[in-house]
């Protein structure tokens, strides 16, 4: 496999987290090799889980529901912290006329909402970022 040599800086709140997988992974080594790895890992992971949750996603909303969603995350800005229940407080708080413009049905919408999971719930905002850097 080919690479390409970069670096990444490590902050004080990444180094606990790097830490604890590379413990938990096998080696204790804080070489920049082993980072490699470990990030790999953890992005391959989280990549998977994404591809699982997003498949399911896709049959379960319509294309109404996604593009309300969607025009509710162009103007919105994603960290960790925020990602539980934001799709569903947008929602909530939209303006019935988008609803009407969109062709969804709010009561139908927020309940699927309710019903995803936290994995499902990051899924969700990750899908709709890469459809946001699509447009």
Known sequence: MASRQT??????????????????????????GRQSWAIFEAFKRLDTQ?????????????????????????STKYDAASIPGAVLADTQDEDPAQFEYYGADRGVLIEKLKGLNIGQQFALVAWLEELRSKI
């Open 50 to 74: 994404y591809r699982i949750d997003q498949r399911k996603l896709r049959e379960l909303f319509t294309d109404a529901e996604k593009n309300l969603m969607l025009n509710n995350a162009l």
């Open 7 to 32: 670096s990444i800086r490590i902050n004080d709140e990444l180094q606990p987290i790097m830490d604890k997988y590379m413990s938990i992974w096998g080696d204790e080594s804080t070489g920049s």
